[in-house]
Nanobody, 127 residues
Framework: QVQLVESGGGSVQAGGSLRLSCVVS????????MGWFRQAPGKEREGVAA???????SYADSVKGRFTFSKDNAKNTLYLQMNSLKPEDTAMYYC?????????????????????WGQGTQVTVSS
């Protein structure tokens, strides 16, 4: 059974930083595709970042240069370092995984194709 557990969300002022973590279990961690998406109330799911099994990473244009996605294979943990946060980054953030291998840019464009995701962690950015 695949389990993803996020943590690290919170409330910050614009310009601040947060680091989200996601511990993954029951999944072939080092292969296939993994990523982060977010969803604000009343809005569609939005892909944030994704990584291929070969380590290639893609980002949404809205977060490029501000967010960094990394993973620690030894700890089965994903990280999303978020800097220069903006009020429009406010959302519930989910880490996600899929057994497919369509490429990281695919999952950023189509986060609905992730088969597994966690319970989410709330990020609130005030102006």
């Amino acid at each position: 059974q695949v389990q993803l557990v996020e943590s690290g969300g919170g409330s910050v002022q614009a310009g601040g930083s947060l680091r989200l973590s996601c511990v993954v279990s029951g999944y072939t961690y080092s292969s296939n595709s993994m990523g982060w998406f977010r969803q604000a109330p009343g809005k569609e799911r939005e892909g944030v970042a994704a990584i291929d099994s070969d380590g290639s990473t893609s980002y949404a244009d809205s977060v490029k240069g501000r967010f960094t996605f990394s993973k620690d294979n030894a700890k089965n943990t994903l990280y999303l370092q978020m800097n220069s946060l903006k009020p429009e980054d406010t959302a519930m953030y989910y880490c996600a995984a899929d057994l497919g291998a369509y490429g990281s840019s695919w999952y950023v464009r189509r986060p609905v194709d992730f088969a597994f995701w966690g319970q989410g962690t709330q990020v609130t950015v005030s102006s």
